[in-house]
C-alpha cells in the first residue's frame, strides 16, 4: 500500500493568460492528489484495506489582476473554486475563500 499520507499519483496543473495591452493577468492553478494511506485501522501496520485510504481529490484556484496607472496593481482571486470539503482528510482547509490585493510599486523604472 505505500507510506502513510503519501500518494501514488499526483499533478499540478497551472494556466496563464496574460493581455499586456489591458494590463490584464488571469492565473488558474489545479492540483490533484491520488488517494494515500491514512489510517491502519487493522493494526496490521501496513496500509493493506481500502478502508485505510483516504480518497483522491482535485484543488483548483483562480487570480484575477489588473495594472492601473503603470503603478497599482488590483488582484482578486478564489481558493477552492469547487468548494472542496473533507475535514477528516484536510482539515487546514476551510472551503472556499476569497482575497483582494491592492498593490502599489514604487520603484520608477
Known amino acids: 500500500g505505500g507510506l502513510m499520507n503519501r500518494s501514488k499519483h499526483s499533478a499540478n496543473v497551472k494556466i496563464e493568460y496574460e493581455n499586456t495591452n489591458m494590463g490584464l493577468n488571469v492565473f488558474l492553478r489545479g492540483n490533484y492528489r491520488g488517494r494515500y494511506g491514512f489510517e491502519d ?20 484556484n483562480l487570480t484575477v489582476s489588473k495594472t492601473i496607472f503603470d503603478k497599482f496593481n488590483v488582484q482578486l482571486g478564489m481558493d477552492n473554486i469547487f ?20 498593490i502599489y510599486n514604487f520603484s520608477t523604472y
Open 83 to 102: 468548494d472542496k470539503i473533507a475535514p477528516k482528510y484536510l482539515p487546514s482547509n476551510p472551503g472556499r475563500t476569497f482575497y483582494i490585493n491592492c
Open 41 to 60: 485501522k487493522n493494526h496490521s501496520t501496513i496500509i493493506d484495506a481500502d478502508n485505510e485510504y483516504a480518497p483522491d481529490y482535485s484543488l483548483w
